[in-house]
C-alpha cells in the first residue's frame, strides 16, 4: 500500500502531485475517521502549499467541522517547528465515536521550505523574489545558518544539533555540504527532525480512541512560478492497537549524506538511508542504555541528611501512606536539583518520568554529564507536578531513586 508513497521520496513534485498522491493512497487505507494536521512555517510563500493540501486532500476525507466546512488541525510559525503536544490536542479533536469503535487515521503533513531563484548558471536556493525584492526563505533556518539567537532559531538549533549531531556546522562546511545546495538541504534536515518531535510525542501517548498515524515531513520549493515539493520520507504506525510500532521510510537527517541530480528536469535527493524501511527508535529506552554505560564507573552518591531522612522513612514504608508518599517525594527531588542534577534528570526522563519534549535534552546530558541549570530546570518540572501524581507512582518513583543514589 504504501509503495506509491515511497515512489515520492527524493522527488521533486507540484505541490498538488503531492497532495492527491496522499489522497489516493489514504482512501487505499479505507479508515473509518481520518484527521489532519498540517505544519508549515509562516511565512505567506507556504500559501500555495497550505492551499493545496486543503483541496487535493483536507476537504475529501476530515469530518465537517461546520457545515460544508472540512478543516485541518494547523501550526504555522516561523521555521515550520513542532510544538510539543500539538498531536495530542489533534488527536482529541479528532476522537469522533465512531473513531471509539473502529479506529482512525490521523495523518500529519509537514512542510518546511526554501526559495530558489532561477539564474543563468543554476538555481539559487535560499533566496526568493519577495514583492520584486531577494529574500531569504525560509527566512527562519536563513537566521539558523547565519547563528543568530531568536528564541524560535534556538528551537531550532536545539533539533538540529540532537543526539550529538551538529548538522549546523555540516552545513556550514564546504567540504561537505556544497553552499549552492546549503538552504536546501537545512530545510530537508529540517522536515526530517521536526518530524521526528512529532513521533515521538504520539509514541509516548495513549490516545483517546485507537489511531494510525501517517507522518510525512516535505520540502516546498518556493519558485517563481509554481511551487514544486520533495517528500522526504514517512513514518507510518499501521497497527491501531500497538501505536508504538512505527515504521521509517526516507532520507536520513545528516545533510552531508545528501546527494543531489537532475533527472528530466526534476531534482532528485537520495542518501544511503533511503534504500529500505526500519524501524523507529524508542529514545526513552536510548537514553536508559547511554546512561547504564555512562554510569557505570561513576559513584551516584547523596550525603545530605535530609535524603537520609527520606531515606528512614522509605525503610519503615511511611511513602507508602497516600499522605506521605508525595511530600518525600518533593523533598527527595529537591535534594537531587541541588547535589546531582544531571544524573536525576537523566534517569527520571529515561524511566518515562520526565516529559518527552526533553528528548533531545536528554541525550545530551548524558552524553556528556553537564549541563546542570537545564538538568534543574527538569526536576523542577517534575517537583512542580508532584501534586498530581497517583500515589503509587510516586511511590514506585522514591523506590527508584532510593535504589539509584547512596551515601
Known amino acids: 500500500m504504501m509503495d506509491d508513497l515511497r515512489e515520492l521520496v527524493g522527488v521533486e513534485r507540484s505541490v498538488s502531485g503531492v497532495s492527491q498522491a496522499m489522497h489516493i493512497l489514504v482512501t ?3 479508515a473509518p475517521v481520518v484527521g489532519t494536521m498540517h505544519i508549515t512555517c509562516a511565512d505567506e510563500s507556504e500559501t500555495e502549499c497550505v492551499n493545496a493540501f486543503q ?6 476525507f476530515v469530518p465537517a467541522l461546520k457545515f460544508a466546512e472540512h478543516s485541518s488541525f494547523r501550526l504555522a510559525n516561523l521555521g515550520g517547528r513542532y510544538e510539543w503536544g500539538a498531536i495530542r490536542i489533534a488527536e482529541q479533536h479528532y476522537a469522533t465515536a465512531e473513531s471509539y469503535t ?80 546549503r538552504s536546501l538541504l537545512a530545510a530537508v534536515a529540517s522536515a526530517r527532525l521536526q518530524a521526528r518531535r512529532v513521533v515521538l510525542d504520539f509514541q509516548d501517548y495513549e490516545p483517546l480512541s485507537p489511531t494510525q498515524y501517517l507522518v510525512v515531513p516535505c520540502v516546498t520549493i518556493n519558485r517563481p512560478e509554481r ?33 543531489l541530480q537532475l533527472k528530466n528536469g526534476q531534482l532528485v535527493i537520495t542518501d544511503a538511508q533511503v534504500a529500505a524501511p526500519r524501524q523507529a527508535r524508542n529514545h526513552r529506552q536510548l537514553v536508559l542504555e547511554e546512561y547504564h554505560r555512562r554510569m557505570t564507573d561513576l559513584q551516584l552518591t547523596v550525603d545530605d541528611d535530609r535524603f537520609e531522612r527520606v531515606r528512614g522513612d522509605v525503610a519503615q514504608s ?14 527527595v527531588l529537591l535534594v537531587l536539583a541541588e547535589v546531582q542534577p544531571v544524573s536525576a534528570a537523566v534517569l527520571l526522563f529515561a524511566h518515562g518520568i520526565a516529559g518527552i519534549h526533553h528528548a533531545f535534552r536528554a541525550h545530551r546530558l548524558v552524553r556528556e554529564l553537564e549541563g546542570s541549570d537545564e538538568a534543574r530546570q527538569m526536576l523542577n518540572e517534575i517537583h512542580d507536578q508532584v501534586d498530581r501524581l497517583d500515589p503509587k507512582h510516586a511511590e514506585a518513583i522514591i523506590e527508584l531513586l532510593m535504589r539509584e543514589y547512596r551515601r
Open 102 to 181: 473502529t479506529y482512525k487515521l490521523l495523518v500529519v503533513k509537514l512542510n518546511s521550505h526554501v526559495g530558489v531563484i532561477e539564474t543563468e548558471d543554476g538555481n539559487r536556493f535560499g533566496m526568493m523574489k519577495r514583492y520584486h525584492m531577494d529574500s531569504p526563505c525560509c527566512g527562519a533556518l536563513h537566521q539558523l545558518l547565519e547563528g543568530e539567537h531568536h528564541p524560535y532559531v534556538r528551537q531550532l538549533g536545539e533539533a538540529f544539533a540532537s543526539e550529538g549531531n551538529e548538522r549546523v556546522s555540516t552545513l556550514l562546511d564546504d567540504q561537505l555540504v556544497d553552499p549552492v545546495h
Open 28 to 30: 487505499g487505507l479505507r
Open 227 to 259: 511551487d514544486t515539493e520533495i517528500v522526504c520520507g514517512y513514518y507510518w504506525a499501521e497497527d491501531p492497537q500497538q501505536p508504538h510500532s512505527v515504521e521509517y521510510f526516507g532520507l536520513g537527517d545528516d545533510p552531508a549524506g545528501y546527494e
Open 318 to 331: 511511611k511513602h507508602r501512606d497516600h499522605r506521605q508518599a508525595k511530600a518525600l517525594l518533593g523533598v
Open 55 to 60: 483541496r487535493d486532500f483536507v476537504r475529501y
